[in-house]
């Protein structure tokens, strides 16, 4: 029985996750084959982890030929939004300014990565006003 999906992802299952969502969907090996230079896992790790994935719903299965074939079934853009209200929520008791003032403090920001975070506010104000 699949798990609730609210579950975060372990570091392992977000690195196999980022390669499904880079290349769509996939077997264990195009997984493996698209899994950053530095990361070699053995197959069976990578296809126990996908049963994992599967398991806790965010990816589905279909048996292709003798290969099950994994389709994310989460965004990547909905999992970031939800990994940082998550982060938010236990590291900045919820205060979404707290975590992006810690950001701005703590990181060393060129002129341009300010004005892009600029440009984001302002685009985020001008929908809200909109």
């Known amino acids: 029985m699949p798990r609730r999906r609210s579950e975060m992802l ?3 299952e977000l ?3 980022i390669a499904l969502w880079q290349i769509g969907s996939g077997s264990v090996r195009e997984v493996m084959a698209a899994l950053s230079g530095e990361s070699k896992r053995a197959y069976t790790s990578v296809a126990t982890i996908m049963k994992i994935l ?3 719903g965010y ?3 279909e048996r292709q030929d003798r290969s099950l074939i994994y389709t994310p079934t989460v965004k990547r853009s909905e ?3 939800k990994s940082l209200k998550n982060l938010s929520d236990s590291l900045f008791g919820g ?3 707290a975590l ?3 950001l701005v403090d703590n990181e060393d920001l060129t002129d341009e990565m300010i004005q892009e975070i600029k440009a984001i506010i302002e685009t985020r104000i001008r929908k809200d006003d909109g």
Do not use: H, I, N
Request: glycine share 4%; proline share 5%; no cysteine.
């Open 10 to 12: 372990t570091d392992v």
């Open 15 to 17: 690195e196999l996750m």
């Open 54 to 56: 599967d398991d806790k």
């Open 59 to 61: 990816v589905t299965s």
């Open 79 to 81: 999992y970031e939004g």
């Open 95 to 97: 205060t979404p300014t």
């Open 100 to 102: 992006v003032a810690r």
